[in-house]
């Protein structure tokens, strides 16, 4: 599903999104049925879609699937999903290239993505919102990051507004009641 032209989506059809996250709970989602979900509902690929979880002090991706066992951020790294979960922090730049960051795992292959444009698998992330998932009593339990990818940022997709990030943080909300976000669950 292209995201260029996409200027924000609506908080109907937000909300509708939502409330299809939130009844995903009662049916042991997985953390890619919960990420093909956010890009549906924020008109993303998936494979613009991160998932991480705090461990032992780390973050670990969860999704993509193929960045698990690509390491691990350190939370007093210079990583944006890092300084997301040190600070508590959410993040909406749609100019993020210019923006100093780790780029490392950008640049990992993803060997599976299915229904979607192979081409922007490897593209640099030239937007982004970052949000920490955090449990009900405060503490962070990971990072959830929507991304556009492309060459540049015309052709990566419409800019997100902050409507699309306070959805995120909603959506971050429902995603730390997902039983794969507790600390040492299987994923």
Not at 85 to 99: I, K, Q
Not at 135 to 162: C, E
Request: glycine share 8%; with cysteine.
């Amino acid at each position: 599903m292209p995201a260029t032209g996409n200027q924000g989506f609506g908080a109907k059809a937000a909300k509708a999104g939502l409330g299809e996250l939130e009844s995903t709970l009662s049916a042991s989602p997985s953390p890619d049925g919960i990420c093909w979900k956010l890009a549906q509902i924020f008109h993303v690929r998936r494979s613009e879609v991160a998932l991480l979880r705090l461990e032992k002090g780390s973050l670990r991706f969860i999704f993509p699937p193929d960045l698990r066992a690509a390491g691990v951020l350190p939370l007093n790294g210079s990583a944006v999903a890092a300084r997301t979960a040190a600070t508590r922090t959410s993040l909406l730049s749609n100019s993020f290239m210019r923006v100093r960051h780790a780029s490392l795992f950008e640049a990992v292959k993803i060997a599976r993505v299915e229904d979607e444009d192979r081409s922007l698998e490897q593209m640099p992330i030239q937007k982004i919102m970052s949000v920490p998932v955090v449990q009900a009593a405060g503490q962070v339990m990971g990072v959830v990051q929507i991304s556009r990818k492309g060459l540049d940022a015309s052709v990566a997709g419409g800019d997100f507004t902050p409507d699309d990030l306070r959805q995120l943080e909603r959506a971050a909300e429902v995603v730390s009641r997902m039983p794969f976000m507790q600390d040492g669950a299987d994923i």
